[in-house]
């Protein structure tokens, strides 16, 4: 079951995500060779404590960071820790926010220094196909054109869609219905109505689409180790073009 969220939840989602957004501007400031990711991660949970909210990850299933902070062939789910950011290295940064009881969620790929032209044109692909899924998430259109934009994208760029891990609807929980492949046939699963809010999340890989996860229960990686990007928003259907609702204006 879909919830479709009042105009009063709406606003609540919408002060949950400009937290959101705010914290990954932030974090991005900080990105740079020397830093751990543990360091990140406490610079998260100040910034979150410091606006009255609630990092949302944090034991959440037992999760142990209050972000999560992937890098190079690290998908998702990147546990913080003592590993040092190098020159080169690409990092995912991925984000919940508690406020007043609603959640939003989402996530950038940085360069850490100067990145090669193919991790480059990684993130671009990524963040790009983040906009072109959130363009086709609108009133009357089906669940699935929202994957089979992201994979058309992707695919045709040479890159590779991650299949184990999906988007999914948030509000009053972190993770809702309905989840949200990022591939797929278009015209097929849910019609998308006003006032469903999604966390859209392309993960996209530079070589083989498949991943596995690491003996923390958690860090997922590419199987041969390439490298990664992951890109996501939280959104409200409307009437017309949709809502970005982790966008910082």
Not at 186 to 215: D, F, H, Q, S, Y
């Amino acid at each position: 079951m879909i919830s479709i969220k009042s105009k009063s939840e709406l606003q609540k989602i919408r002060n949950s995500g400009l937290i959101v957004a705010k914290t990954l501007k932030y974090l991005k400031s900080k990105v740079k060779p020397g830093i751990t990711t543990r360091q990140l991660d406490l610079e998260a949970a100040n910034f979150i404590k410091k606006h009255n909210a609630r990092a949302a990850f944090l034991n959440y299933h037992g999760y142990p960071g209050s972000i999560c902070a992937s890098i190079n062939e690290e998908v998702v789910h990147g546990i913080p820790g003592d590993r040092v950011l190098l020159e080169g290295d690409i990092i995912s940064l991925d984000v919940g926010v508690e406020l007043a009881g609603y959640f939003g969620d989402s996530a950038i790929t940085v360069a850490v220094g100067k990145i090669s032209d193919q991790n480059k044109k990684l993130i671009e692909v990524t963040r790009d196909a983040l906009y072109k899924a959130i363009d086709v998430a609108r009133k009357d259109n089906y669940l699935s054109d929202i994957g089979y934009a992201v994979q058309s994208y992707v695919e045709k760029a040479g890159f590779a869609v991650v299949r184990d891990f999906v988007g999914h609807g948030i509000g009053a929980k972190l993770h809702e219905e309905p989840q949200i492949p990022n591939f797929g046939k278009p015209g097929n699963g849910v019609k998308l109505r006003p006032g469903m809010v999604l966390a859209i999340e392309p993960m996209v890989n530079l070589g083989t689409w498949k991943v596995e996860v690491l003996g923390d229960g958690w860090t997922a990686v590419t199987q041969d180790d390439s490298c990664s990007a992951h890109f996501e928003h939280t959104i409200c259907i409307t009437n017309s073009k949709a809502k970005i609702l982790t966008a910082l204006n």
